[in-house]
């Protein structure tokens, strides 16, 4: 099997140390981004799909059609039923 360029095997030590020197700069960046009270994309995600559904309680029914049309496409484009 070719690897593309660039690529280099999983299967070697070398890779093993690879991926845990990676968890580790992952968990310090996570440790940084809540010790400074930064907010991740988990919680922007969170916070603007609590705000879209506050919105959408007021909205007119036309809009939330829209809303629920535009969701569903969106889904169904990226595979999903």
Known sequence: ???PPGAR???TRQA???RRQQ???QQAYRDEMREM??????DVARVWLWRSIRMAKKA???HRDWMYETILET???QGFD
Do not use: N, S, V
């Open 1 to 3: 099997m070719t690897r």
């Open 9 to 11: 095997p999983t299967g």
């Open 16 to 18: 093993a140390i690879r």
């Open 23 to 25: 968890r580790e700069r």
């Open 37 to 42: 009270r930064r907010p991740d994309r988990d």
């Open 60 to 62: 007119k029914q036309e």
């Open 75 to 77: 889904l169904a484009g």
